[in-house]
């Protein structure tokens, strides 16, 4: 009867939390955490999706604070299953809320203690050097005139030609022979 309900709770949250087009937790989880769930999930925990654990890890920080200490045994629990996965962004979920149950605050003190949120910190490094500038920007940055983006986010690199024209466009052209025309009329003149 357990191993039914573990996977009923497995194929349930790879159901609700197995979608990858959204890749945050949606606060909505908090109504679907309740206790008798939160202890099946304690069950099927090590069966679940790297996806899933994340998202359900980061689904705990929007339960109620009342629910979060009347399910703490649980939740820790959970956490600490979370703390021997062998995905390096569920360790590294995992040492972030291991004092979240008993006190309802993050743990941040990482990069010193933790060589996993080092290498995840260098790869995060890494593809944000790899990005353009301009690509990391906060979205409200696309309204701005050029002075104020220039005093919000400083010189911006200039934009990368990718090909230049081989014959000046006709405009260009046309322009030229009427700016000669009226140079020959006025001498003329």
């Not at 999930?41 to 996806?51: E, K, N, P, Y």
């Not at 260098?122 to 593809?127: D, N």
């Not at 301009?134 to 990368?160: D, F, H, I, Q, W």
Request: aromatic content about 4%; overall charge neutral; some cysteine.
């Amino acid at each position: 009867m357990a191993s039914m309900r573990e996977s009923d709770t497995g194929l349930w949250l790879h159901n609700k939390l197995g979608a990858t087009d959204e890749l945050w937790a949606p606060p909505s989880i908090a109504s679907l955490l309740t206790a008798a769930v939160i202890d099946n999930i304690r069950l099927c925990f090590h069966g679940l999706s790297s996806a899933v654990k994340l998202k359900l890890l980061l689904g705990t920080l929007h339960l109620p604070r009342r629910a979060v200490d009347e399910m703490k045994g649980a939740l820790a629990e959970i956490i600490q299953l979370a703390a021997l996965d062998s995905d390096p962004w569920v360790l590294m979920v995992a040492d972030i809320l291991k004092s979240f149950p008993d006190s309802g605050s993050l743990n941040l003190d990482l990069e010193e203690q933790n060589p996993n949120v080092q290498d995840i910190l260098g790869e995060l490094r890494e593809k944000v050097t790899e990005c353009e500038a301009s690509a990391m920007l906060p979205l409200e940055c696309r309204y701005l005139n050029k002075s104020a983006l220039t005093t919000l986010a400083g010189p911006l690199t200039p934009p990368v030609k990718h090909f230049q024209l081989k014959r000046k466009p006709k405009s260009a052209t046309l322009r030229a022979e009427l700016l000669q025309r009226t140079r020959a009329r006025s001498r003329g003149t």
